[in-house]
């Protein structure tokens, strides 16, 4: 049971609550004016279906207005709203089932048409049940949230593609007519249902997607111009005044939609720059390939690379596609070397720095490092051998000397330091050209000399009309790289060519003779493989009389033939023809042998000329073979054809030899060969130390090769010796100790 | 048959005759310098006759320039640095020269 005081507490809020309806009204007019209030702006608001065929009554708008003024004025205006809120709720399936019809028509049609009119017909739901603005912001926001709230709750995955397509489609709209207004309707209607900042990314990513494209359709394999401002200006002209619908929407002046627009625009901007940046750092072996007609993409590259940061990605590709497609055997060296000269070139366009290229560098030149025949191929070129068609060598580059690292002048005003990028071994070398780079692969230019001697004896010995104008000019541009004191030896050997011109003239007015020897210094030339063969007959008879000639005109000085090097023109005079040969001395020797006697053996030959290896004995003898003046009757037995022959069919023909070198190199040792020579001397010492102290490491016989005179292999050359020794049995290795074999 | 020889393009070595007639030797060096007779003193940048040889009657061979130089100092006292002997030049003549090409 109520006690009083809550019988007189209820009273006093009824009491209230009356009051507050019905205001200062007689009687209980005011509630009833009230009640009529509330019933008319309940209809009012109430929502309705859009797809019934009656009209939607009409209101008077006077009595609405008051109807809500009387509401608000009994302060009842939360209540009706929340009133409003869930009618409103009551009625959303009215809007779930317009899109599932329409997102039911799009997933079998997939066109974004259908889309748009789901949109526009959302837009007009949204309206029509829209409070009227008299209510106050705060009641349309209300509304607002829970409309959108329950459609984006209700729209299907499939909504979002459609919202992709439908906007893919206004950028090709605007792109291809950039003054029509089709689509503001569109933009206004997503605009109302905030579908705008729901799908931004979206929106965006339709904007990248179409970028994207466009960079890769322009610029795919297209290398000899700039691209970057052509896109710029197709940026400018194209992307901007599509972006300007969702990104600057609202906006009343320019200056307004510049400030709207900065985030996006920038973000797009990157996007264009990423999008090339990436092409051209997949493109980028081929391009360095088709340097310098690829001078464009070069540059674009560099551009791109400030604004993205992309330089590692750069590395590792050209790192990648360098050892897929470069370093691999089946590349010719001097391919990778000039492909390593692009590289450097290419890189300096893009990194003047040259960090970037310090890292690319790095792997290319650790492989040429390893290859043996890299010295002999930069030698080949430093000297212009004219057979190969592009020369490293640039020749509108100044010669100049070879560099060396400097130390950094930190008292310069202009220093800068390093990229800070730069690994912990990059040393800057700003100015040094693409020779001191290629020659700096190797820690020392000794190698280099040596070869250059070798490659330099070879193409003297191979002088037939004595024109050393050519050998000249390359020494003497090789005496500004390398120094004068390094190209000693083969001034000494360019003399060597000249005094026996000049010597040769002079025996040869004293005394007339056919023999014209080049008379080369010991120990200035390479080692120039021994043979021990003594010319026969009238030759040797040549040589003697030409020794005493030389020694008469230079009375301390006396000649030893090196008869195995040269060329023999000569002249035989068969009973029914001739035959005019330029050969070898090999073969000269063995065709003057044939004119004591008509038959000889290959055994017997061979001991008349001295040592000579059996096989070189045969490639002579089938010179003659070939040219008919000799034939092989039977085996290891030549005949002297004083008469020609026809071949006879049949009979035991050899097979058609390769045809002899006309041109053959002189057999100069090639520096391989030599440091192979001089390792037989270290091998001494190494079988002394593994006699007296068992077994090795390879470390431990290193450091004490070092105390041998003269020793400058590395580790990794006296590891291959080891190897080669232990393939021959004289030494075991376990456990990477060695120890003298059995 | 006949073998003609039009020309020939041959190549030889020169040493100086040091009547050392031996084929295969390394080659001597200069007692003062010890850079094969062959090769040039340490002053001079060109072998041959840029750099020539000089014989004393001792025997003994070096190269003129190292020579010179050591006769130049006090401490030679004209003498072959080898065996302390006073230093003569020996006179040669081209008749004097063996034939050692055999």
């Excluded at chain 1, 003046?629 to 085996?635: M, P, R, T």
């Excluded at chain 2, 007639?21 to 006759?49: A, F, H, L, T, W």
Aim: glycine content about 4%.
């Amino acid at each position: 049971m109520a006690s009083s005081a809550v019988r007189a507490q209820v009273a006093a809020k009824w009491q209230e609550s009356f009051a507050r309806l019905n205001r200062t009204e007689p009687g209980i007019a005011g509630l009833m004016g009230f009640s009529e209030a509330w019933s008319l702006a309940t209809t009012f608001l109430k929502p309705y279906d859009l797809n019934n065929p009656t009209p939607k009554p009409q209101y008077d708008m006077r009595q609405v207005g008051m109807a809500f003024d009387t509401i608000n004025k009994c302060r009842r205006l939360p209540v009706m709203m929340e009133v409003f809120l869930e009618d409103l709720r009551k009625s959303q399936h009215l809007i779930a089932r317009e899109v599932e019809v329409h997102m039911n028509l799009y997933e079998s049609d997939s066109d974004p048409e259908t889309v748009r009119r789901l949109i526009f017909r959302l837009v007009e739901w949204y309206n029509a049940w829209k409070p009227t603005a008299e209510l106050g912001q705060t009641i349309i926001s209300a509304y607002t949230l829970a409309f959108q709230t329950h459609l984006f709750s209700i729209l299907p995955a499939s909504f979002a593609r459609g919202v992709k397509t439908l906007v893919a489609a206004t950028l090709e709209r605007t792109i291809s007519q950039p003054s029509d207004q089709h689509d503001r309707a569109l933009w206004q209607a997503f605009d109302a249902l905030s579908l705008i900042e729901r799908y931004e990314t979206l929106i965006a990513s339709v904007g990248y997607e179409y970028i994207e494209a466009h960079v890769l359709e322009e610029c795919i394999g297209k290398w000899a111009e700039p691209m970057l401002a052509s896109l710029r200006s197709w940026m400018i002209d194209k992307i901007v005044p599509w972006m300007l619908w969702p990104f600057a929407r609202g906006a009343s002046n320019a200056d307004e939609a510049k400030t709207m627009m900065q985030g996006v625009g920038s973000r797009f901007d990157f996007h264009m720059h990423k999008t090339l940046c990436d092409l051209r750092t997949r493109e980028i072996f081929d391009i360095i390939v088709d340097f310098p007609d690829s001078i464009g993409a070069l540059q674009d590259l560099k551009e791109c690379l400030q604004r993205v940061d992309q330089r590692a990605e750069l590395v590792q590709s050209i790192r990648r596609s360098n050892k897929k497609r470069l370093l691999h055997p089946g590349a010719d060296t001097k391919d990778i070397l000039l492909s390593y000269v692009s590289t450097i070139k290419c890189l300096r366009i893009v990194d003047p720095p040259g960090v970037l290229l310090f890292k690319v560098a790095d792997p290319i030149r650790r492989y040429l490092r390893d290859r043996p025949d890299t010295i002999r191929c930069i030698v080949a070129s430093l000297v212009g051998d004219g057979e190969s068609g592009d020369s490293l060598i640039d020749d509108n580059e100044p010669i100049q000397p070879l560099q060396q690292p400097e130390m950094e002048n930190y008292a310069d005003p202009d220093w800068t330091p390093e990229p800070i990028d730069a690994g912990p071994d990059f040393r800057a070398n700003k100015t040094s050209d693409i020779i001191s780079t290629i020659v700096s692969i190797y820690d020392s230019k000794d190698l280099f000399i040596k070869e250059l001697q070798v490659l330099l004896a070879q193409r003297l010995l191979a002088i037939k009309d004595g024109n050393l104008d050519r050998e000249r000019r390359n020494i003497e541009i090789l005496k500004i790289r390398f120094g004068e004191p390094a190209l000693q030896v083969c001034e000494v050997m360019l003399r060597d060519m000249t005094d026996s011109r000049r010597i040769d003239q002079h025996v040869q007015s004293q005394k007339a003779s056919i023999v014209h020897p080049t008379i080369i210094s010991r120990h200035f030339w390479p080692a120039l493989e021994t043979s021990g063969i003594v010319m026969p007959g009238q030759f040797k008879a040549l040589q003697e009389q030409y020794a005493q000639d030389f020694s008469v005109f230079k009375p301390d000085k006396v000649l030893r033939w090196l008869p195995h090097l040269g060329r023999v023109h000569l002249e035989l005079e068969l009973e029914d023809r001739t035959v005019e040969a330029d050969v070898p001395p090999l073969e000269a020797a063995f065709i003057e042998l044939f004119s004591e006697k008509n038959t000889w053996t290959v055994d017997e030959l061979i001991s008349r000329v001295g040592s000579v290896s059996r096989s070189a004995a045969l490639k002579a003898l089938a010179t003659w073979v070939d040219r008919r003046v000799l034939k092989e009757d039977s085996e290891n037995l030549f005949r002297l054809l004083s008469v020609a022959e026809e071949p006879t069919p049949g009979a035991k023909n050899p097979a058609p030899k390769p045809a002899v070198g006309e041109d053959e190199l002189p057999p100069v040792m090639s520096v391989q060969q030599q440091q192979a020579e001089q390792m037989k001397v270290y091998w001494k010492f190494i079988e002394g130390m593994l006699t007296n102290l068992g077994s090795l490491g390879l470390d431990r016989i290193q450091a004490m090769l070092k105390f041998a005179p003269g020793y400058d292999r590395t580790i990794e050359q006296l590891g291959g010796f080891m190897e080669a020794a232990k393939r021959e049995g004289l030494v075991t290795v376990k456990d990477g100790m060695w120890k003298l074999g059995k | 048959m006949k073998v003609h020889i039009k020309h020939w393009n041959a190549v030889a070595q020169w040493r100086w005759n040091t009547g050392n007639n031996d084929q295969d030797d390394e080659g001597d060096v200069c007692g003062i310098c010890r850079v094969p007779y062959e090769g040039c003193c340490p002053s001079c940048k060109m072998p041959g006759d840029d750099c020539p040889l000089i014989w004393g009657e001792c025997s003994h061979i070096f190269h003129m320039h190292c020579l010179l130089k050591w006769l130049g100092t006090t401490a030679s006292k004209q003498q072959c640095p080898m065996d302390r002997r006073p230093w003569v030049t020996a006179e040669r003549k081209v008749a004097d020269i063996p034939n050692n090409l055999s």
